[in-house]
């Protein structure tokens, strides 16, 4: 089994930033990609950022420019820096991570909320 455990997230105003870090423990195999997605009250989950093991990158429209998705050396910690933060990113952030054996697992959620 592999647990992710999510931390980072508040309450920032408007045009702040936030990290958000993503660490995976347990039965670790190596890693295809992982990635960040967010779910905002009344809205389906979507992705914000995913890297892949290579260190290939891609990103949700709403936030190119302002979030940067990175991983540690070791493959099994996922970060997000959120930059210029607006009160539309507030939502509950998940960790994602896929491996290359097939397997998927999500961390438990943390929220992020932009108001000022």
């Known amino acids: 089994q592999v647990q992710l455990v999510e931390s980072g997230g508040g309450l920032v105003q408007p045009g702040g930033s936030l990290r958000l870090s993503c660490a995976a423990s347990?039965?670790?195999?190596?890693?295809?990609?992982m990635g960040w997605y967010r779910q905002a009250p009344g809205k389906e989950r979507e992705l914000v950022a995913r890297i892949s093991r290579g260190g290939s990158t891609n990103y949700a429209d709403s936030v190119k420019g302002r979030f940067t998705i990175s991983t540690d050396n070791a493959k099994t910690a996922v970060y997000l820096q959120m930059d210029s933060l607006k009160p539309e990113d507030t939502a509950v952030y998940y960790c994602?991570?896929?491996?290359?054996?097939?397997?998927?697992?999500w961390g438990q959620g943390t929220q992020v909320t932009v108001s000022s």
């Open positions: 347990g039965s670790v195999f190596s890693m295809s990609s």
């Open positions: 994602n991570r896929r491996s290359v054996q097939g397997a998927e697992n």
